[in-house]
């Protein structure tokens, strides 16, 4: 069974740049999480999908940052414009499904180490 | 708003030699999750505990959550070099359902 996939692995770009990151989950994943983890620092959620529906989306920059996750499957986050300060490794994960009060393990992809210089 | 933090940041171990981390949260937990990630490698689930002062075993790793759900542990007994990377707990909370709050992680060596 294929692993939540992401694409690109590695992007450098010059600041005010846009950017875009895509995610394949696995298949059957209804829930979909975009992470972005710092240097030395756990995975800080930017935004979570139950489906095609933003569930919470409270720590997503939004004057910068938008997601879409059109057909409930994959998904795209973007930036822009790209900061000094957005670089990082943005996960994308997944899951089969989640309750009320109740989360399930999350598949993570392999990450787009993002650079902004 | 809700933290997960752990302790300690680094750990520095021979080889044979035990190791535990420790994770606590300001507000109570519906579940924990315990997480691995090798250098240069992604997050890769280990378990999840749910059940006030539940103990989960996985060969030499030891998994505690608090009775209170408020603190979890994770202990490893006799490291070796396969161990080595950084360890994350990640804490469901009650007040935003299904809202996964990651803490900041230990990271492992090992002397060989």
């Known amino acids: 069974e294929a692993g939540v996939v992401q694409s690109p692995r590695y992007k450098i770009i010059e600041k005010k740049q846009p950017v875009a990151f895509w995610c394949n989950p696995i298949?059957?994943?209804?829930?979909l999480y975009w992470y972005r983890q710092n240097l030395g620092q756990g995975p800080e959620l930017l935004i979570r999908?139950?489906?095609?529906?933003?569930?919470?989306d409270s720590q997503l920059p939004k004057d910068r940052f938008s997601a879409e996750r059109l057909k409930g499957v994959d998904s795209t986050l973007k930036i822009q414009p790209a900061e000094l300060g957005d670089s990082a490794v943005y996960l994308c994960a997944s899951s089969p499904r989640t309750g009320i009060f109740m989360n399930t393990e999350a598949f993570f992809g392999q990450g787009t180490r993002l650079t902004v210089v | 708003g809700q933290q997960v933090m752990q302790i300690p940041q680094y750990q520095h171990v021979q080889e044979g030699e035990d190791f535990t981390t420790y994770c606590n949260s300001s507000t109570t937990l519906s579940n924990i999750q315990w997480y691995k990630q090798r250098p240069g490698g992604h997050p890769v689930f280990l378990i999840q505990?749910?059940?006030?002062?539940e103990v989960k075993k996985q060969k030499r790793l030891t998994f505690q959550f608090g009775e209170a759900k408020k603190n979890s542990s994770l202990h490893i007994t006799a490291t070796q070099t396969t161990d080595v990377g950084t360890y994350f707990c990640a804490g469901g909370a009650y007040s935003s359902a299904s809202k996964i709050i990651f803490g900041s992680g230990t990271r492992l060596s090992i002397r060989p």
């Open positions: 999908y139950e489906n095609e529906e933003a569930v919470d």
């Open positions: 505990l749910v059940k006030s002062g």
């Open positions: 298949s059957g994943h209804n829930t």
